[in-house]
Every structure is written in C-alpha cells, then in structure tokens.
C-alpha cells in the first residue's frame, strides 16, 4: 500500500486514515505481514463499502486492460524490474516477497473495473472532500492518488474552515 | 462508465461501517473517529 508516508504526514496535521481493501480479512493479514501499514485498515472483500460511497464501477474493455497493464509497466520500469510483458503486477508484487495467489488473481478479475477513491471527513461525519479516480482525466486517470502536497493542502484549507 | 449509484460529494455525510481488520484484532469503524478527529478514508481495489 502506497499510503503509509502520505498517512504520517496526515497524521502530523492532525488527520487520521482509515483505508479499506477489497479483499478477504485473512488474505489481507498476509499481506500485511509483508508490507505492514501503521494505520487502521479494513477488509471489504465484497465492496460493499465501495458502493456506499458510491464509487463507480468501468465497463471492461480491452482498452481498460491496457490501461491498468501500461500503469504496472510504467511503475516496474521505475522500479528498474525486468519484467515479461503482461507480467509488470506479478514482478512488482514479488519485490517484498509477497507471491500472488489464486485468491488475489480472483480478486483482480472480480475488481478491475472498480474505481477507487479517497475521501476526506471532518471531526463530525461530513464528506469535505472528494477525489475519485478517472473522474478528472479518464482512462489515464487510472492508478493516480493524489500526492501529498494536495492532501496536505486540502487537509490544512478545507478543513481547517469546519474546525 | 457505469454509474449504478450516486458518488459522494461534499457536505454529505459520511456512510458508516464496521469492517473486519485487516492488519490486526477486531473491527475498524468509522464512528470510532466521529466528534475526535477529521479522517481520510482511502477505498482500494483488491489490496493496494
């Protein structure tokens, strides 16, 4: 998980985070073992949370599929892996030691098409902020998590005025 | 795109739950933050 510096940053402007993945508690505890987070982390294999918040879901289409395999190239060529094509997720799992299952593969196939999203909320339940992934750029939207500077940002003006 | 259902925007109150952990004991819950501290909740897709 990619949030773990952005979170203690947040931390330090007085915002907590809560993060939810779409994937069993217990191959979610695997996983966690592997790459240990310092915040609270839900498991919601079924995205039920996902459909509160009213995330949306994308058709898949080929075009999809070579969105999400041209961002996992992108990430292992940063990472300076080698990789066979259409095998960039597997190379960058295999980093920390974490082997892909069955069960993450089925998890894939079930939630590729499932926009995520974050959402920041003020000290009495209120929805201030708002950022769903494609929502700005479309396809090339896939994978983009805004970066701390804008978290920071948001957090410290928007807020700041319902404090 | 499909869009079964109505995405979140701001000034709507945030939908409760109670999940499972997953990096620990017991449950996370969103009301175990209501009225102490602001919160960014981070959905994901399958792990990360």
Partial sequence: MLLGKTAEKLKEAGVQTLAVVATSAERARLFFRFRPVRFPVGADPDLITHRAYGLPQMVVTPELGQAIEVVATNLARELKLSVPAAGALAAIDGLDGYARTEADEADFQRHQAQLVGQFLVDGTGIVRWTNIECQRDGLAGIDKFPTDEELLTVAQTVLGQYS | ?48
């Avoid at chain 2, 869009?3 to 996370?28: I, K, Q, S």
């Fill in chain 2, 1 to 48: 795109m499909t869009e079964p259902f109505r995405t979140l925007e701001p000034g709507d109150p945030a939908p409760g739950f109670t999940l499972p952990a997953a990096n620990g004991e017991g449950t996370v819950s969103l009301a175990d933050y209501r009225g102490r501290s602001p919160l960014l909740v981070a959905l994901f897709r399958g792990l990360y």
